[in-house]
T-cell receptor, first 110, second 117 residues
Framework: DAGITQSPRHKVTETGTPVTLRCHQT?????MYWYRQDPGHGLRLIHY???????DKGEVSDGYSVSRSKTEDFLLTLESATSSQTSVYFC?????????FGQGTRLTVV | AQKITQTQPGMFVQEKEAVTLDCTYD???????LFWYKQPSSGEMIFLIY??????QNATEGRYSLNFQKARKSANLVISASQLGDSAMYFC??????????????FGKGTHLIIQP
């Protein structure tokens, strides 16, 4: 969905450094989500937001934090990146009957 | 127990044939929604179709239809007249509850569909 844009698309970072991934939407979705996709695990929910400054943890939230200061932007921060956080990260936005994804961010932690 | 089960890791289908991708789900919540996504080799997640638990009719979107059998807790995706461009990973997902969608989706592990000419 062209309404959800992730940046950066690719990133390589070193172990122990903080990393922030950005998700920007133009569709006025109230609900937004961060997922990670790993081989053998499919997509798993990291954190989600149900409004500005309203966020909650998902299935695999350890080591991650999020912020949503305005409707359009949902940030995912890896507080101190580890090799186990090497993954493809997807942002999504939607409503009860739909969920559209951004293009994904491939993050490699070395 | 897995909430979403896709039992076909991979499938090979001849072009122009119909394809059925299996998905079973597990929930005790009477209100839920079921989704199918396509992920081509380029990596993006493409929304295909949605079925709500209270919807009376099976959802359809062009060549895609969802065979929803509530008693069996299955939500199979049917692709009619398959095309080479249908080759991709396909994911089934579920949203539970009446929370308005806040709680996110639970995904199956996917089926890798390959359409052969």
């Amino acid at each position: 969905d062209a309404g959800i844009t992730q940046s950066p698309r690719h990133k390589v970072t070193e172990t122990g450094t903080p990393v922030t991934l950005r998700c920007h939407q133009t569709e006025n979705h109230r609900y937004m989500y961060w997922y990670r996709q790993d081989p053998g695990h499919g997509l798993r929910l990291i954190h989600y937001s149900y409004g500005v400054k309203d966020t909650d943890k998902g299935e695999v939230s350890d080591g991650y934090s999020v912020s949503r200061s305005k409707t359009e932007d949902f940030l995912l921060t890896l507080e101190s990146a580890t090799s186990s956080q090497t993954s493809v990260y997807f942002c999504a936005g939607g409503s009860p009957g739909e969920a559209f994804f951004g293009q994904g961010t491939r993050l490699t932690v070395v | 127990a897995q909430k979403i089960t896709q039992t076909q890791p991979g499938m090979f289908v001849q072009e122009k044939e119909a394809v059925t991708l299996d998905c079973t789900y597990d929930t005790s919540d009477p209100s839920y929604g079921l989704f199918w996504y396509k992920q081509p080799s380029s990596g993006e997640m493409i929304f295909l179709i949605y079925q709500g638990s209270y919807d009376q009719q099976n959802a359809t979107e062009g060549r895609y239809s969802l065979n929803f059998q509530k008693a069996r807790k299955s939500a199979n995706l049917v692709i009619s007249a398959s095309q080479l461009g249908d080759s991709a990973m396909y994911f089934c997902a579920m949203r539970e509850g009446q929370g308005g969608g806040a709680d996110g989706l639970t995904f199956g592990k996917g089926t890798h569909l390959i359409i052969q000419p």
